[in-house]
């Protein structure tokens, strides 16, 4: 059973518009939440977290929202721009404290800012 | 910044060989890497964690003796894939964190692209 769930395999924007790219999770005790930008053929790239302390974050163009009651996290592109179109994934961990821990990651979102 | 370099990019081996993947933390000590496959269109999976100068910790269903991991520095930790089979073709990614006294993000190599013939 999934334990992070990325629910819209797809997603297309116009260029200047928000993107809004979603997900859930299962697991209460997640406390970390990061949300990564994959180009084919290339590692994923951090862009964004969260502790569970916070219910938002923002960086420049990006925003990640929390929502611990619902499980739910979100990330704001806006404006959307072409360079921005990618997978993104979400990923969810239960930091341990000792300076290691293991990241969940959901299926992914294909987002394609349209020019 | 903290940058993550994984080799090959890409490898074509016969069914049956060994193929070995090294990850190498540039910038920083790395205590502990992890190791990802990730199928088409699917998420990335933990195959396991790679801890410097001590066995690595498998993850459920991913066989050890297939998979051998060697972290036998702060920066490089290997991943041979031995017999290798078409089945095994993947695309397999390594990571690591800084690790410093709170959550960091795990940075990823570029990921290696194995096909099995």
């Known amino acids: 059973d999934q334990q992070v769930k990325q629910n819209s395999p797809s997603l297309s924007v116009q260029e200047g518009r928000i993107s809004i790219l979603n997900c859930d999770y299962t697991n209460s005790m997640f406390d970390y939440f990061l949300w990564y930008k994959k180009y084919p053929a290339e590692g994923p790239t951090f862009l964004i977290s969260?502790?569970?302390?916070?219910d938002k974050n923002e960086d420049g163009r990006f925003t990640v929202f929390l929502n611990k009651s619902a499980k739910h996290l979100s990330l704001h592109i806006v404006p959307s721009q072409p360079g921005d179109s990618a997978v993104y994934f979400c990923a969810v961990c239960l930091y341990s404290g000792a300076g290691s821990y293991q990241l969940t990651f959901g299926k992914g979102t294909k987002l394609s800012v349209i020019p | 910044g903290a940058v993550v370099s994984q080799h090959p990019s890409r490898v074509i081996c016969k069914s049956g060989t060994s193929v070995k993947i090294e990850c190498r933390s540039l910038?920083?000590?790395?205590?502990?890497m992890f190791w990802y496959r990730q199928f088409p269109k699917q998420s990335l999976m933990l195959m396991a964690t790679?801890?410097?100068?001590?066995?690595?910790?498998?993850e459920q269903g991913v066989e050890k003796d297939k998979f051998l991991i060697n972290h036998a520095s702060l920066t490089l930790s290997t991943l041979t894939v031995t017999s290798a089979h078409p089945e095994d073709s993947s695309f397999y990614i390594c990571?690591?964190?800084?690790?410093?006294?709170?959550?960091?993000?795990?940075?990823f190599g570029n990921g290696t692209r194995l096909t099995v013939t």
């Open positions: 969260i502790s569970s302390i916070k």
């Open positions: 790679s801890n410097e100068g001590s066995k690595a910790t498998y």
């Open positions: 910038d920083f000590q790395a205590t502990t």
């Open positions: 990571s690591a964190t800084l690790g410093t006294g709170g959550p960091s993000p795990l940075h």
